[in-house]
């Protein structure tokens, strides 16, 4: 049996509480992971779309600005294969049901056990790595047809 770790994981957390955002990305720098944090949906979204790969985007659903609703929404159409955990200090049935339907892996409230945490981040990175994969093995394939081998 295959344990999911999540050490080196890059992950990306996004959230207007810079208090919170501090000590969430100190704990899994801690852990060995490459944490980048940003305190806006519109700077997710940048650094998303620019290219860096991330494992798990940790995503708060209330912000200013651009909300995590349509954060997930713009990240999913431009990058389909990042895994977004949702945060919210206040969820609801509804909310969590949309961010599912929109492609968010999982919705997790405030304050968040961080082994609880830390799993679904592992979690993310497993299935990001096979989407990526994925993506890889069908390119080469569409190559091969194209090249009639």
Known sequence: MTVLKEDDAKVLIVDDEEQFLDVLSQRLA?????VDAVTSGEEAFAKVKSGDAFDAVVLDLAMPGMGGIETLKRIKEARPD?????????????????AMKLGAEDFLEKPVDLQVLLGKIAEAKH????????????????????KGW
Not at 127 to 144: A, M, P, Q, S
């Open 30 to 34: 801690a852990r060995g992971m490459k």
């Open 82 to 98: 990042v895994q977004i955990i949702m945060l919210t200090g206040h969820g609801t049935i509804h909310n969590g049901i949309e």
């Open 127 to 146: 299935k990001h790595l096979l989407l990526v994969e994925k993506g890889r093995e069908d390119e080469i394939k569409g190559i091969l047809k194209a």
